[in-house]
């Protein structure tokens, strides 16, 4: 059977959640930032909070879609975006605006909404799954 269009599932979930001290489960946001000397570095402080964006399909549109949808979570709420990378994505976004850092061996990039913006219209932009 070929593709049929009006089969094709056209939604696009997205999960957006909230953890912290007070909010969602801090048991979680806890081990997930527990090993993260390097972002304090680079940060100069040591997150409270993270706002988690994430796109329940795995298409190209859903990668640039959660990126943007990041991007204007930032713009109300500020904060910095921390990007897991792919293998050779480092040497990618190095010299793009609005990149704080790159860290963990070159698995993390830290930026800001406009390092996000700018990612995104990368020809080789692609999110970790």
């Known amino acids: 059977m ?3 269009p009006r089969r094709e599932d056209r939604r ?3 999960l957006v959640y909230l953890m912290g001290p007070g909010v969602g489960d801090e048991n979680v946001f806890e081990a997930e930032h527990a090993d993260e000397s390097e972002v304090e570095t680079v940060l100069g402080f040591r997150p409270t909070h993270a706002v ?3 796109a329940c399909c795995n298409g190209g549109i859903d990668h640039m879609a959660t990126a943007m949808l990041t991007a204007a979570v930032m713009d ?3 904060g910095v975006a921390k ?3 792919l293998d050779g994505q480092a ?3 190095a010299g793009l605006p ?3 850092g790159i860290v963990d061996d070159d698995w993390m990039a830290l930026g800001t909404a406009e390092f996000l ?3 995104v219209e990368q020809p080789a932009f692609r999110l970790l799954k």
Do not use: C, M, Q, T
């Open 2 to 4: 070929g593709f049929d």
């Open 12 to 14: 696009r979930p997205f």
């Open 52 to 54: 988690n964006v994430s």
């Open 76 to 78: 109300v709420i500020g």
């Open 83 to 85: 990007a897991e990378l």
């Open 91 to 93: 040497s990618v976004v």
């Open 98 to 100: 609005g990149l704080l």
């Open 117 to 119: 913006r700018a990612w």
